[in-house]
């Protein structure tokens, strides 16, 4: 069974700060990983994702994120957060030839202080 | 750009009752979802289809539930007699390709309120 974790429902920055956004996974076979977000009033929107190839991922408005096996990570991370950047995130584990059935962590919601 | 959009954004019901939740995908793509979200708990999964039919679906999506896509751009999700439980965020989304790589097109959601 797969299964994604993410630590912390809240994170708080101030603008200009990095951003750092855990996400831990479970899978027992290769996975697809991936970071939506969702602005207040939209709809999840794709970030970023891994699927195979390069560790480092970058995604849209500046993010990436890093596949570490060894620690079953994928945490997201911005070197410089911006007030835009508030919103809700949510890591999701796929599996390979099934990509079409996201596991979804409980999200983290980023704050972002002037 | 296009986008998948969702209505009613927000619905209030008493238990027991009929809800049709409806959603318009993008307009080329060919494989649909439905995922909700109870308040507080993760996403998941409810159902994908494709072709007419329903290509998976979870130990969550029972009898009480149903999908259609009546007239080739509507996807509609139906819950025939809601219960508490059923309040929750709902979202559909939308993929244009066989192997999505998981860049699903997601909704806003509607968001459900039983009585």
């Known amino acids: 069974a797969q299964s994604v974790t993410q630590l912390g429902s809240h994170v708080s920055v101030s603008e200009g700060a990095l951003v750092l956004l855990r996400c831990n996974y479970s899978?027992?076979?290769?996975?697809?990983l991936f970071w939506y977000v969702q602005y207040p009033n939209q709809g999840l929107q794709l970030l970023l994702k891994y699927t195979t190839g390069a560790t480092l991922v970058k995604g849209i408005n500046g993010f990436e994120a890093e596949f570490k096996k060894s620690e079953t990570s994928f945490h997201l991370t911005k070197p410089s957060a911006h007030m835009s950047d508030a919103a809700e995130y949510f890591c999701a584990v796929s599996r390979l030839y099934n990509t079409d059935k996201l596991i979804f962590g409980t999200g983290t919601r980023l704050q972002v202080f002037p | 750009e296009p986008e998948v959009t969702q209505t009613p954004s927000h619905q209030v019901t008493q238990m027991g009752q009929e809800v049709i939740l409806r959603c318009v995908p993008i307009s080329n793509h060919l494989y649909f979802y439905w995922y909700r979200q109870i308040l507080g708990q993760k996403v998941e999964f409810l159902v994908s289809f494709y072709n007419n039919e329903i290509s998976e679906k979870s130990e969550i999506f029972d009898d009480q539930f149903s999908v259609e896509r009546p007239d080739g751009s509507n996807f509609t999700l139906k819950i025939r007699s809601t219960k508490l439980e059923d309040s929750a965020m709902y979202f559909c989304?939308?993929?244009?390709?066989?192997?999505?790589?998981?860049?699903?097109?997601f909704g806003e959601g509607s968001r459900l309120t039983v009585l």
């Open positions: 899978s027992s076979v290769p996975p697809y």
């Open positions: 989304a939308s993929s244009g390709r066989e192997r999505s790589d998981g860049e699903l097109f």
